[in-house]
């Protein structure tokens, strides 16, 4: 059995920022409500006609991983690309990066779990490359939820949340037992499921639009979050899994150099910070300028942190998300 760690890393935004203060004028929101409720000041939201989509931002982020990996996309054995929001209903997502790196037959997976998706995606790739099936695997985060959203007062507690963007690692395999990957874990509650979701289209019912069936009253077709609920959840699971890494890790909260959660609301990661007595500079938070951005969300922090010089050799993080499912779950690494 190998080990595997992280050697590169990157991200991607779009340009394009949208401030409280913009939202202010298509939707009755402020930036008063939203900054106490979220953290959040503005998000990125790619321009429509650009040619930014969920694939092409993830190729962005991942030639920077690549490139800063030291090893060439010829040499990557399996790409999996994290999101909710593909490029199309099927195929994924994940065989556009293969196509677009020009890297011949290599294996490519999308994995459809939401916040938690990057999580379960390190994961996913810990365990190919411990096996030694797959020596060097890009994993992608990447998310285009502007084109979806509800961008007005009816959608506005979803809406005022969510961003653009994308962020990618390349994990490899290592001989030391000690460092890398030490811990993961991941979870599943389906009977959530609706309680954050987008239920159209499905196979039992396509878009109206193409059905004939166009009813402004129709919000299927955009995401629906219980916020009260899911924020009580976010905070029990959030924690049951930073204290599962300690624990399997033998690692004590002040032993923590970065926690990195998914940024799904400031108040979120407070909660956390607070419960575990972390310090400020033991938790990366980034949601106030970019929103969440779902399964992108871990690996543009992930990445800012790193070229902040806030993770370096032998620093313990650990990577925490919870989300649409429901799912959650942790990533232990030592650095
Ligand atoms: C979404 C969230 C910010 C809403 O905050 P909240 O305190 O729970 O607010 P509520 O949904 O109870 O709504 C309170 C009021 O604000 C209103 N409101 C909702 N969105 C608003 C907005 N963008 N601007 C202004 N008012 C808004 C509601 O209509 C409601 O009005 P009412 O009291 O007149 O009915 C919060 O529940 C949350 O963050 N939940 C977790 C979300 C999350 O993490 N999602 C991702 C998981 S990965």
Not at 257 to 263: S, T
Request: some cysteine; charged content about 20%.
């Amino acid at each position: 059995m190998y080990n595997s760690k992280i050697i590169g890393l990157g991200k991607y935004l779009p340009d394009n920022i949208v401030s409280n203060a913009d939202l202010e004028k298509i939707m009755d929101t402020t930036d008063a409500w939203i900054q106490e409720r979220t953290g959040i000041r503005e998000r990125r939201h790619i321009v429509k006609g650009s040619d930014d989509t969920t694939f092409t931002m993830g190729v962005k982020a991942s030639k920077i991983a690549i490139e800063r990996s030291g090893i060439t996309s010829k040499e990557i054995d399996l790409i999996l690309f994290a999101t909710l929001s593909p490029d199309y209903y099927f195929p994924g997502s994940g065989v556009l990066v293969q196509d677009a790196l020009d890297i011949p037959d290599c294996p490519a997976m999308d994995i459809r779990m939401q916040c938690s998706g990057f999580i379960y995606a390190v994961a996913t790739a810990d365990q190919f490359i411990k096996t030694g099936m797959y020596k060097n695997v890009l994993v992608i985060g990447s998310e285009y939820h502007s084109g979806g959203l509800e961008m007005n007062t009816r959608g506005r507690n979803i809406s005022v949340i969510f961003g653009d963007g994308a962020g990618a690692i390349v994990m490899t395999r290592s001989e030391n037992k000690n460092k890398g990957i030490l811990h993961s874990q991941l979870h599943s509650e389906g009977k959530y499921a609706e309680e954050l979701s987008l239920i159209g289209p499905n196979t039992r019912r396509w878009v109206p639009e193409i059905l004939g069936e166009n009813d402004p009253d129709d919000v299927s077709y955009f995401p629906h979050m219980n916020g009260q609920f899911v924020f009580k959840n976010a905070v029990i699971r959030f924690s049951e899994v930073i204290y599962a890494g300690l624990k399997k890790t033998g690692w004590q909260p002040s032993d923590i150099d970065m926690l990195i959660p998914h940024q799904a609301n400031l108040r979120i990661s407070q909660f956390v910070q607070k419960k575990f007595g972390l310090r400020d500079d033991q938790v990366f938070n980034n949601i106030q300028v970019y929103g969440n951005t779902t399964a992108a969300s871990i690996p543009i922090a992930l990445t800012e942190a790193w070229e902040e010089g806030k993770i370096k050799e032998d620093s313990k993080v650990i990577l925490a998300a919870f989300g649409s499912g429901f799912t959650w779950g942790s990533i232990s690494i030592k650095w």
